[in-house]
Nanobody
Framework: QVQLVESGGGLVQAGGSLRLSCAAS????????MGWFRQAPGKEREFVAA??????RVYYADSVKGRFTISRDNAKNNLQMNSLKPEDTAVYYC????????????????????WGQGTQVTVSS
């Protein structure tokens, strides 16, 4: 069983930055494809970013491309968020799965078996 623990959420003004981290345990980190999803109040969970096992391939939602950067190192999945907008306000969830091919991350939440508890990100205008 894989455990995921997010950290780094908080309140920031529009235009600011935050860095989220997700610590993974329970399985060799190199076997896990990692992703970030978010859910705003009254909306469905949506894909944000994903990174393949070897970091060879990354995938971003159009809404965050050029502003967010996903990375992985030392059994942590990181999401650097710059130029934040009020519409980025949501609970952010770390996700992982060991069943992907090495360089094929997915934007589909149903492909990920393991989830963190979520961390709140609030961007004020």
């Amino acid at each position: 069983q894989v455990q995921l623990v997010e950290s780094g959420g908080g309140l920031v003004q529009a235009g600011g930055s935050l860095r989220l981290s997700c610590a993974a345990s329970g399985r060799p980190f190199s076997t896990l494809t990692m992703g970030w999803f978010r859910q705003a109040p009254g909306k469905e969970r949506e894909f944000v970013a994903a990174v393949s096992r070897s970091s060879g391939r990354v995938y971003y939602a159009d809404s965050v491309k050029g502003r967010f950067t996903i990375s992985r190192d030392n059994a942590k999945n990181n999401l650097q968020m710059n130029s934040l907008k009020p519409e980025d306000t949501a609970v952010y969830y770390c996700a992982a799965d060991h069943r992907f091919y090495p360089n094929s991350p997915s934007p589909s939440s149903d492909k990920y078996a393991y989830w963190g508890q979520g961390t709140q990100v609030t961007v004020s205008s």
